[in-house]
């Protein structure tokens, strides 16, 4: 069978639970494209991606095991536009090829293309068929990123500030699910969401696609 047509791309802030999201659809049999394993594999050690990015940005951006220091990117890039737009420009094009070449090898009705930055950069967007967005409130953001990686709270808000307004972000959405809840409350939301789309790619997508 050929790679389905319906893809869902599924966005939202930093903390906001777009993996347990993605986890939920993959536990009812959903295939998942996921943009930060994508750009993962596309620049570790030894890759074309991993000997531009230590190229173009020097050996403070490599750790002691050779892989990239991410961390230390990431600050890097969040402090300088230019910074951001040098490695975006090395890593956009290897992220998306792979993507591609993950959804071709789909075969179920639909899949989940898992993009954080689905909204803000654009180049992904029009693969997607509807953007469902994960929200929560913006502290209840900072709260678990800080829980999860020890991040400050300032450098929480300050990739926050890179990111959609929430307003914004629920203003573009086709399809929202409310994570503010227990995480329990993630899988109802999603199962519902699962018929709905599975109904979209039996109608040939004449139901539920993007104008």
């Not at 750790?63 to 490695?87: I, T, Y």
């Not at 990111?163 to 972000?169: D, N, T, V």
Request: glycine share 10%.
């Amino acid at each position: 069978m050929s790679s389905p047509q319906f893809v869902v791309g599924l966005t939202g802030g930093i903390g906001s639970g777009k993996s347990e999201v993605g986890r939920a659809f993959a536990a009812l049999g959903v295939e998942i494209a996921d943009a930060d394993l994508a750009a993962h594999a596309v620049s570790a050690n030894g890759t074309p991606g991993h000997a531009a990015v230590a190229t173009a940005f020097g050996p403070e951006a490599i750790g002691p095991d050779g892989e990239l220091d991410r961390g230390w990117l990431r600050r890097c890039v969040f402090a300088d536009g230019e910074a951001r737009s040098r490695l975006e420009r090395i890593l956009h094009p290897l992220v998306y090829a792979y993507l591609n070449r993950v959804i071709a090898s789909w075969h179920g009705a639909y899949g989940v293309l898992i993009v954080p930055l689905l909204l803000e950069r654009g180049g992904l967007a029009e693969r997607v068929s509807r953007v469902l967005v994960v929200d929560c409130a913006e502290d209840e953001q900072v709260r678990r990123v800080v829980a999860r990686s020890g991040l400050p709270p300032e450098e929480v808000r300050s990739i926050m500030a890179t990111q959609l307004p929430r307003a914004q972000r629920l203003k573009r959405a086709d399809d929202v699910i409310d994570n503010n809840g227990p995480a329990a409350d993630i899988a109802p939301q999603v199962m519902r969401l699962d018929e709905f789309y599975r109904e979209c790619a039996r109608q040939g997508n004449n139901i539920g696609a993007r104008a």
